[in-house]
Nanobody, 115 residues
Framework: VQLVESGGGLVQPGGSLRLSCQASGLTINNYDMSWYRQAPGKERELVAIVSSAGGSTNIADPMKGRFTISKDNAKNTVYLQMNSLKPEDTAMYYC?????????WGRGTQVTVSS
């Protein structure tokens, strides 16, 4: 199983990025797929989740109204659209797949919000 994140980079405050998580070795529609982030010196935190059944989504409160999670089952890819980015969004962003006791992580993609 591999989860490969991409799309991170340096962006100015107020800008946008779209992160992608390409999965192989599993079918994302069978897993709850999530994005987490971890800033230096801080704990990893949940950003957004899209459920396996029905595809319902949930966004953490600090990101509501700015971030959107979606998935393309045909491409076996999960996305995180991030708008109105703030310096405090700077972190390593990780893709996560969870099904019962099975948990997989990607290696992350760095997002830096700075002028």
């Amino acid at each position: 199983v591999q989860l490969v994140e991409s799309g991170g980079g340096l962006v100015q405050p107020g800008g946008s990025l779209r992160l992608s998580c390409q999965a192989s070795g599993l079918t994302i529609n069978n897993y709850d797929m999530s994005w987490y982030r971890q800033a230096p010196g801080k704990e990893r935190e949940l950003v957004a989740i899209v459920s396996s059944a029905g595809g319902s989504t949930n966004i953490a409160d600090p990101m509501k109204g700015r971030f959107t999670i979606s998935k393309d089952n045909a491409k076996n890819t999960v996305y995180l659209q991030m708008n109105s980015l703030k310096p405090e969004d700077t972190a390593m962003y990780y893709c996560n797949a969870r099904r019962y006791v099975l948990i997989y992580w990607g290696r992350g993609t760095q997002v830096t919000v700075s002028s």
